[in-house]
């Protein structure tokens, strides 16, 4: 029986096991500095979309009196209806314990992938809304219905006036950060429209009651997307493995490469 020397590659699937331990409380500090560290990592295409994105929020900055004008003359029964019940996507009264509760349902029914979303949600919801928050602190931008106009910034302040913590819109950032979790956990057509246009609905909302700017809805939904994005692409190569393995079937002998 000849002896053949062989390497042979195994790729397998593996989907992320995530539960409520110390190990994943412990991963909220170590993901942040990494969300935080990407732009150091970025290539040019990165650069690109970033810049793409600064236009068009620059573009609304520069328009944001206009439209909330048109806005609140636009603004009807029906309208005003809607916000009441889409702002509760980006409550966080409403969000925190809805994610958990699902967390419970998960682990009582044994479904994994509903305590990963949940946990997952629940990351993304903590970190992107402590990142709003230090934008909203470092910014003060006056409410729209404060009257000051669009251009009213007082700059770092630890003032707890609601009135001057216009941008970025903490809802709108709750509201993306939870669709882009739920629409990449829940892999359809129909749950991606689903989230994406209950999130577009609480942005909107915020925009009709005159809470908001246009530009303080677009950078929150930004800042939702791109830390829930990383967010999933950290877990994802948590659960990489790489292994090397003797290889023996009889007939060859040799090395087996496998990554999972």
Same mark, same amino acid.
């Not at 993901?31 to 935080?36: F, G, P, S, W």
């Not at 305590?115 to 919801?125: C, D, Q, R, S, V």
């Not at 970190?127 to 928050?133: A, E, H, R």
């Not at 892999?187 to 689903?194: E, I, P």
């Given at each position: 029986?000849?002896?053949?020397?062989?390497?042979?590659?195994s790729?397998?699937?593996?989907?992320? %096991?995530?539960?409520? $331990?110390?190990?994943?409380?412990? #991963?909220?500090?170590v993901?942040? !500095?990494?969300?935080?560290s990407?732009?150091f990592?970025?290539d040019?295409? %990165?650069?690109?979309?970033?810049?793409?994105?600064?236009?068009?929020g620059?573009?609304?900055?520069?328009? %944001? =009196?206009?439209?909330? %004008?048109?806005?609140q003359? !636009?603004? $009807?029964?029906?309208?005003?209806?809607?916000?009441?019940?889409?702002?509760?996507?980006?409550e966080?009264? &409403? /969000?925190?314990?809805?994610?958990l509760?699902?967390?419970?349902?998960?682990?009582i029914?044994? =479904?994994?992938?509903a !305590?990963?979303?949940?946990?997952?949600?629940?990351?993304?919801?903590i970190?992107?809304?402590?990142?709003?928050?230090i &934008?909203?602190?470092?910014?003060?931008?006056?409410?729209?219905y404060?009257?000051?106009?669009?251009k009213?910034?007082?700059?770092?302040?630890?003032?707890?006036?609601?009135?001057?913590?216009?941008? *970025?819109?903490?809802?709108?950032?709750?509201?993306?950060?939870?669709?882009?979790?739920?629409?990449n956990e829940y892999?359809?057509?129909?749950? #991606?429209?689903?989230f994406?246009?209950?999130?577009t609905?609480t942005a909107?909302s915020?925009?009709?009651d $005159? /809470?908001?700017?246009?530009?303080?809805?677009?950078?929150?939904a &930004?800042?939702?997307?791109?830390?829930? !994005?990383? @967010?999933?692409? @950290?877990?994802?190569?948590k =659960?990489?493995r790489?292994? /090397?393995? *003797?290889y023996? =079937?009889?007939?060859?002998?040799?090395?087996?490469v496998?990554?999972?």
């Open positions: 029986m000849g002896i053949i020397s062989i390497i042979l590659l790729i397998t699937g593996s989907k992320r %096991d995530i539960d409520l $331990n110390f190990a994943y409380i412990k #991963s909220y500090p993901d942040a !500095k990494a969300i935080l990407e732009p990592h970025w040019e295409k %990165d650069w690109i979309k970033a810049s793409g994105i600064m236009g068009v620059t573009v609304l900055y520069l328009n %944001d =009196n206009r439209i909330q %004008d048109w806005a003359g !636009k603004r $009807n029964y029906l309208s005003n209806n809607i916000s009441k019940y889409a702002t509760y996507f980006g966080k009264q &409403v /969000v925190a314990p809805s994610l509760l699902y967390y419970l349902y998960g682990r029914f044994h =479904n994994q992938r !305590k990963n979303t949940a946990l997952l949600g629940l990351e993304g919801f970190l992107s809304g402590i990142f709003t928050n &934008v909203k602190y470092s910014a003060h931008r006056s409410r729209p404060t009257g000051y106009g669009a009213h910034w007082d700059g770092p302040s630890f003032s707890l006036s609601d009135d001057y913590l216009s941008f *970025p819109s903490g809802h709108s950032t709750t509201a993306f950060a939870l669709a882009t979790i739920f629409s892999k359809s057509v129909f749950s #991606s429209l689903l994406y246009s209950l999130a609905l909107i915020r925009v009709n $005159n /809470v908001h700017w246009t530009s303080d809805v677009f950078f929150g &930004v800042i939702g997307y791109a830390t829930s !994005k990383a @967010l999933l692409s @950290l877990h994802s190569q =659960n990489n790489f292994g /090397v393995s *003797p023996i =079937n009889g007939k060859s002998i040799g090395m087996m496998q990554l999972r």
